[in-house]
């Protein structure tokens, strides 16, 4: 059995402490054996999720959740009287357009009678490579999971080919995990968690309690998709789990019919599913991440005052403390922050383009709006996106 290596806390305590959390439905469990979407299952993660959305009565505090779910292959199949799933991709194209309209109504109307807003985001590989796109996804999502509505993310099957799938809603999980900075990633499967090997094969096979996510023994024991519907299986999950802890979101696989699954995990019931662990906080994942960015944007230039507050103060970059502004950039990008000798003592995650920042040099944070029409953020680069170099 797989023991965990050193972590600060225990991690069922940051499962209990998660906030923001994406919750992925695999084929397997969505669909009744294949034909078509189970909507008794569908109804009873909406009540689960109202719980976990709203906070209860018991005590259970208020959280953000994604829905990433598949399902609309099968529901096309049986709406389009497929009796086998087909080969050809454009077959399979066609009924996942048909059937990702059923999946959406489901979770509309099902999130609905438990009193939750929802909203359809259907991405691409692309979407996820295109920095713009990216950030433009990332500002939805956020802007939703602000108002207390459940995003119910697909892949947008009638856009891609072979080669630039997903193919398998664990890797678009953990994707949609780091675009939000998530806490936590569910993956909800038809088995009771990550075993030893398939079960389905090697009935000897022990469930893994606890490891660390991205353990490469992992790998070793995960098999394929143990039925037709599903696709990837277990590797495609602790690959998954092993993208997700990159931003610091440790990642639960559970069988998704375990009754209230949930919210039991959420109140900190521990030994539920297999928990694969982040080792690394979000804040320093995050950190990490931008520390080891090699494509540096550009650069602004600080005076003395700006070095001391970054350096030895530890805040935030603010405009007013920036002379000058090399290269181009967008928002979001990572850029270099350099002393007046061009020495670089920072990087950092920047809230404006190169052109909002040389309108912004040596203003204070309060003119923001005047100078440019709207505030995005009072810093540059907040302290949180920032590491020292
Ligand atoms: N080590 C393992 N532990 C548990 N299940 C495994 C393992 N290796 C392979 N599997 C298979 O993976 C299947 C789940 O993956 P998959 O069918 O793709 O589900 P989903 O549609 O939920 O993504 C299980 O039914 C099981 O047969
Ligand atoms: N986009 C596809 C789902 C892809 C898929 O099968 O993923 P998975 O649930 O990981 O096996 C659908 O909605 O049918």
Known sequence: MISPTSASSHPWDNVRLARRIVVKVGSSLVTNQGQGLDAQAIDEWARQLSRIVHGDAHGMGRREVIMVSSGAIAEGMKRMGMQRRPRELHELQAAAAVGQMGLVQMYESKLRHYGLGSAQVLLTHADMADRERYLNARVTLLTLLARGIVPVINEN??????????????????????????????????????????????????????????????????????????????????????????????????????????????????????????????????????????????????????????????????????????????????????????????????????????????????DIEALLGYVAEPEMVHRDNLVLI
């Not at 999950?237 to 919210?263: C, F, H, M, Q, Y």
């Not at 080891?292 to 944007?297: A, E, N, R």
């Not at 052109?355 to 204070?364: D, F, G, M």
């Open 157 to 366: 099957d009638t856009v891609v080919n072979d080669e630039i799938k997903f193919g398998d809603n664990d890797t678009l999980g953990a994707l949609v995990a780091n675009l939000v900075v998530a806490d936590l990633l569910i993956i909800l499967t038809d088995q009771n968690g990550f075993y030893t090997a398939d079960p389905r094969k090697h009935p000897e096979a022990e469930k893994v309690q606890l490891a660390r996510a991205g353990d490469p023994a992992l790998e070793a024991m995960a098999g394929g998709a143990g039925t037709s519907i599903g696709t990837g299986g277990m590797l495609t999950k602790v690959l998954a789990a092993k993208r997700a802890a990159r931003s610091g979101a440790s990642t639960i696989i559970a069988w998704g019919r375990e009754p209230d699954i949930l919210p039991r995990l959420m109140a900190g019931e521990q030994g539920i599913g297999s928990l694969l662990y982040a080792p690394m906080h979000k804040l320093q994942a995050r950190k990490q991440w931008i520390a080891d960015h090699l494509q540096l944007h550009g650069a602004v230039v600080l005076d003395a005052g700006a070095v001391r507050k970054i350096v030895a103060e530890g805040k935030s970059l603010l405009p007013v403390g920036i002379t000058a502004v090399k290269g181009s950039f967008t928002r979001g990008e990572v850029i270099a922050i350099e002393d007046e000798a061009g020495l670089q003592i920072a990087r950092g995650l920047v809230n404006y383009s190169d052109q909002e920042a040389r309108k912004l040099c040596r203003h204070p944070s309060a």
